[in-house]
């Protein structure tokens, strides 16, 4: 499952995968509070967190990852992705790719310099 994580600084919006992510997660959770964010201020800011809790992705759901980010591709303003999973190295490329120098990955154990960065401006 995707559960929101509500100890973000201002302007940043949080997410952390738990247990195994399925296809329904996206679309119950991250979709509708990203495209809220879009609706509201125009630009994305996100930290995406893979961390000890997260098993697996189940199915195509890593590539709901990819799919969420070009449905609006110039609204994400930073995005980091912290996890120690090695499974998330297709979505961490992928976003690199999408997004350079906006998409940045962070181990687990740097997730207050994930915040960091995601609120930074510039």
């Known amino acids: 499952m995707i ?4 100890d973000m600084p201002a302007g940043v919006l949080g997410f952390e995968a738990v247990g195994e992510v399925e296809d329904d997660d996206y679309e119950d959770v991250l979709v509708p509070a990203i495209e809220a964010e879009i609706a509201e ?3 994305v800011r996100l ?3 893979l961390g000890p809790e997260f098993d697996e992705y ?5 590539w709901e990852d990819v799919k969420l ?3 609006h591709p110039l609204s994400f303003e930073r995005m980091a992705i912290v996890t120690d ?3 998330a190295g297709p979505a ?3 976003f690199s790719a999408l997004w350079p120098g906006k998409a940045r990955a962070f181990p687990v154990a740097e997730l207050e310099a994930a915040k960091a960065w995601a609120a930074t401006t510039g």
Do not use: F, L, M, T
Not at 3 to 6: A, D, E, Y
Not at 58 to 62: L, Q, S, T, Y
């Open 58 to 62: 189940e199915g195509d759901a890593i």
């Open 69 to 71: 980010g070009v449905r």
């Open 41 to 43: 201020r125009g630009k």
């Open 85 to 87: 999973a090695r499974g």
């Open 47 to 49: 930290v995406y967190v």
């Open 3 to 6: 559960r929101r994580r509500h």
């Open 92 to 94: 961490i490329k992928a």
